[in-house]
């Protein structure tokens, strides 16, 4: 019998999960950047930037951008690393890959793009000084087996940087719960014509890790040195560890 995992709260064969997050992401490519300032008043740029500061990356370094979407980290850690440098891209989503090079590109990067799952990197061991992932944990249909994938593409001494929706502080979840079932889907709708897609990013977020399981789950897949950091009350969580 197939191993079942998490679509929203749906509850769908493992192998099926990759082609259902694919679906959704094909609708609302076109439309994503905008919907993520609508949805968090511009708040993911700071979170993002926040982020790359967490990261330490240096010029000189090698960064692996997984789940990259549309490039707001890869260009941000371009950046930092400089000529001397090197960010890789990737993504499972042909369409979110497509819109992330273009936009790359209107920025003056030209980085290499690498259309793989997270779960099965193509890289060698030991090849990155920094990977990150941003947002795309949770789509993911075996985390354990992405957070051990990308601690073995780090160099010893490497750093994982994990920024994800979280658990929002107790007092807000009834607010917060009434915007994520209320008023994502209506944005959705409007925006991106896709009420369901938001509706299942909702889900997907109540059914991610809380901050200190994703923390146990970092050090189960190797990761040592491991922290977290609460942004916007919770909403967003920032996980940091080390390959030592």
């Known amino acids: 019998m197939s191993k079942t995992t998490d679509f929203g709260y749906q509850q769908v064969p493992e192998d099926e999960k990759a082609r259902k997050v694919a679906g959704v992401f094909d609708s609302v490519a076109s439309r994503y950047d905008l919907m993520n300032d609508l949805m968090s008043g511009g708040m993911h740029r700071l979170w993002k930037r926040f982020a790359i500061e967490a ?16 490039g707001d980290l890869a260009r941000l850690f371009s950046d930092r690393v400089g000529s001397r ?8 989503n042909s369409a979110m890959l497509r819109s992330g090079r273009d936009r790359l590109l209107d ?6 793009i690498v259309q793989c799952d997270a779960e099965h990197l193509p890289f060698p061991s030991d090849r990155f000084d920094c990977v990150s992932i941003a947002f ?60 369901d897609a938001y509706r299942y990013l909702a889900e997907s977020i109540r059914m991610h890790p ?15 040195r491991v922290e977290y950091f609460n942004l916007a009350a919770g909403v967003v969580a920032l996980h940091k560890g080390y390959k030592l």
């Open 55 to 70: 990261s330490g990356a240096r010029p000189g370094e090698s960064v692996l951008d997984v789940a990259a979407g549309t």
């Open 136 to 195: 795309g944990l949770r789509n993911v249909s075996r985390k354990e087996a992405a957070l051990a994938e990308m601690r073995r593409v780090l160099k010893p001494g490497g750093r994982l940087v994990v920024l994800e929706f979280s658990k929002v502080w107790a007092p807000l979840r009834s607010a917060y719960d009434a915007y994520s079932f209320e008023m994502l889907p209506r944005l959705g709708k409007w925006v991106a014509n896709d009420a």
């Open 210 to 224: 809380d901050q200190a399981t994703l923390k146990a789950m970092m050090e189960q897949a190797g990761l040592e």
């Open 107 to 112: 920025a003056g990067k030209l980085l290499p």
């Open 85 to 92: 440098g090197e960010v890789v891209v990737t993504d499972i």
